[in-house]
């Protein structure tokens, strides 16, 4: 769908909504449109960020997004990291090798946010451990993601003691603080997809009998925790965000039993926290959240957190998009496979130009940034030759 044609069902050009300046925080952005965090698996093996990363961030500024949320970047040297050759925020050298992305990104005008990111349970390649942990030794759902370089079903976690649930509290917070000094626009904490945060909000994963455990109370505490060590390690003008979902990488038709009665208590303590945003992602985010009628759960997290809201899931069609913020449900939106197809989103969107479709192929056989480029050359030398053209194209 063009720009042209997404406006003409609306009675106004998508351009009203989608390319309004918002500010979140005390953070000033250009428009509605933000980057999706997405596991590249294209660090060095030392966590630490490459040129290739730089440019790849960088081409998302120049093709109009407003900001980016990084990938998921671990915290600690213990159980955190979810896949080889993600990227960390554990010591000095990590966070300067994210200096060159933060920069790129900032001289060309964009904003960026570093999501932290803990894998728990989920873990598929961690070189700081030859064991995974968890909220309980409870084996995962589902199997290890190939194009992330896993095979097999998950291990069983060992369950986490309180000491090392402290060290997990410290990791975000050390990390955060590593974000700031690299000179970050904020941080995101990554409490979705089933990773350890949402590991321990999840029955029938988290099995514990002491304060992170039991109801949905127990179960948030860590949640809770993070996000005000997280806060009080940055300050209070530095950006804070949040990221929630239902549904997980290993189990993507997950929900929460209590349906809206479960979201009030989770968004209303989450609307409670110093947190300066939400981000919400399912898998269509103007779905009802519960059942086939009712609010989305972007709706809902407007609705008990009253905070500003940043929904994902299949919002690169520009008629969902925007009906999502001519509705109310959300104050902005993060496109995922709609920014891997096309680095210039954005751009093409204000310029008609055509919007391709998703190609799964961009993920395999490793959803790393090679196979991208490869990718995006093949779909950039087509538009050439068909003479599509936008000024804000980027590789």
Known sequence: MTCDEAGRRHGQPVVERL????????????????????????????GRATRRMADYYQSFTEGG?????????????????????????????????????????????????????????????????????GPSAVRPKGEQMAFYRGSGAYPVPMAMTEVEIAEVVEGFARAALFAKDAGFDGVEVHGANGYLLDQFLTEGVNLRQDGYGGDIAGRMQLTVEVVRAVRSAVGGEFVVGIRVSQGKVNDFVHKWSGGEDDAAVIFGTLGRLPLDYLHTTEFEAWRPAFG???????????????????????????????????????DFVSLGRGALTHADWPARLRAASPLAEFDPALLSPIADLANAERWRGAIKERDLSNGHHTSGEAA
Not at 26 to 37: D, G, I, Q, S, T
Not at 70 to 85: M, P, R, V
Not at 305 to 329: F, Q, T
Request: glycine share 10%.
């Open 292 to 330: 086939e009628t009712g609010a989305s759960l972007a709706a809902l997290a407007k609705r008990y957190a009253r905070l500003p809201v940043l929904a994902n899931g299949s919002l690169h069609d520009p008629k969902r998009a925007v009906e999502l913020l001519a509705n109310g449900d959300a």
């Open 65 to 133: 997004f407003g900001v980016i949320v990084t990938e998921g970047i671990y915290t600690d040297k213990a159980f955190s990291q979810g896949y080889l050759f993600q990227p960390g925020l554990t010591d000095a050298a990590q966070a300067g090798a994210w200096c060159a992305v933060v920069n790129g990104v900032h001289q060309a005008g964009g904003r960026i946010i570093a999501q932290l990111m803990h894998a728990g349970a989920l873990s598929q390649g961690n070189p700081y451990r030859c064991h995974t942990a």
């Open 19 to 46: 390319f309004a300046p918002i500010r979140v925080g005390r953070l000033a952005l250009a428009n509605r449109l933000a980057v999706a965090p997405m596991t590249r698996v294209s660090a060095d093996q030392d």
